[in-house]
């Protein structure tokens, strides 16, 4: 029996830390960010397009999004000058097509290439304006999600904290107990204690089964002892 005991507070103790290092590492909320657009990407199917001009869109970005991954794996010397032009040929895609999933992935493009040029804000824009342009599809929750975290870079938890929110109140949105949990880190990080333990708490009530949530209850037990 002792032994169990100890198993499970030495369990406990490592839970604590790890959602320590998380809560103390605003990067993490970071990690994962290159797979989400991954994901993004390989979820992007076009189907049977009556619209022409659409179609011709698409076709156009998925080929500029070729130029820029063969521009970057080839290591040239002339990548940024190569990704104005591309990002400059995305713009005009995403402004002809400004209330459609065309137009939302263009500004996805956009808001990639500028991100790994750690450009935070044209990156944040870019994805805000592709959640505007399709803000039903299930492209919009992940375009705020990214979106916070260029904000939080930039130093504006604030909006970071309001991007998360509103993501999680989106019913296709599937990152909600991540965004949640971050919500939860950014207000920890602000000196906000009871809002995080509000975001917390949510996590522990709405999603009971999730890792997210376990990396919550630590916090929570942490923040009681404080």
């Known amino acids: 029996m002792a032994k169990v005991t100890q198993q499970k507070h030495e369990e ?10 998380i809560v103390k590492n605003r990067t993490f909320i970071i990690a994962g960010l290159a ?3 991954a994901v993004i990407t390989a979820l992007i199917v076009v189907t049977a397009v009556s619209d022409g001009k659409r179609e011709s869109a698409y076709e156009k970005i998925d080929s500029l999004i070729e130029k820029w991954n063969g521009e970057k794996n080839a290591g040239s010397d002339t990548l940024s000058a190569a990704e104005d032009g591309i990002l400059a040929d995305l713009e005009k895609i995403a402004s002809a ?10 500004n996805m493009a956009e808001a990639e290439i500028y991100f790994t040029r750690k ?16 803000p039903a599809a299930y492209t919009a929750g992940l375009n705020l999600f990214n979106a916070a ?16 929110e ?20 950014i207000q920890e990080n602000l000196g906000q204690v009871e809002k995080a333990i509000a975001a917390y708490e949510r996590l522990t009530g709405d999603y009971a089964e999730d890792e997210w949530t376990n990396l919550a209850k630590s916090r929570l037990i942490e923040l009681s002892l404080k």
Do not use: P
């Open 12 to 21: 406990v103790t490592l839970q604590h830390r790890i959602s320590g290092l």
């Open 166 to 185: 509103k993501a999680v109140s989106l019913e296709n949105f599937s990152l909600k107990t991540r965004a949640l949990f971050n919500v939860g880190r």
């Open 97 to 106: 097509n400004s209330r459609s999933f065309a137009g939302a992935r263009a």
């Open 119 to 134: 450009d935070w804000a044209n990156a944040k824009d870019k994805y805000l304006a592709a959640e505007s342009a399709a």
């Open 149 to 164: 975290v260029c904000a939080e870079e930039m130093g504006d938890s604030d909006s970071a904290v309001e991007y998360l």
């Open 35 to 37: 797979a989400v657009f």
